[in-house]
């Protein structure tokens, strides 16, 4: 079993940058590829990026490229979000996952899920 705890969300402006972190305990010495998904309200959760075990890979859906950056430090079990240039519609609750199976182009279905953090995107 693995536990998630995003911590991070807010309210903040349009064009303004905001960092979340997603903590992880339990069974973490499994190389397990971790990402974000996101909801936002009336809408079905998407994937936003996936990061391997070793931090070396990355994925990002298209709606955010450019714009976000996930990276880990396995040192910490925490892997971290930077979302820059915030746009209005970047507001959802998001999520931090992990999988010990699926890699970064096929992180879909997760095993672990945190509880997700708001972010909200005033225009």
């Known amino acids: 079993q693995v536990q998630l705890i995003e911590s991070g969300g807010g309210l903040v402006q349009a064009g303004d940058s905001l960092t979340l972190s997603c903590a992880a305990s339990?069974?973490?010495?499994?190389?397990?590829?971790m990402g974000w998904f996101r909801q936002a309200p009336g809408k079905e959760r998407e994937f936003v990026t996936a990061?391997?075990?070793?931090?070396?890979?990355?994925y990002y859906a298209d709606s955010v490229k450019g714009r976000f950056t996930i990276s880990r430090d396995n040192a910490k079990n925490t892997t971290y979000l930077q979302m820059n240039s915030l746009k209005p519609e970047d507001t959802a609750v998001y999520y931090c996952?992990?999988?010990?199976?699926?890699?970064?182009?096929?992180?879909?279905?997760?095993?672990?899920w945190g509880q997700g953090t708001q972010v909200t995107v005033s225009s």
């Open positions: 996952a992990a999988d010990g199976y699926s890699g970064i182009t096929r992180f879909r279905a997760p095993e672990y």
């Open positions: 990061i391997n075990w070793s931090g070396g890979l990355t």
């Open positions: 339990g069974h973490t010495f499994k190389p397990y590829t």
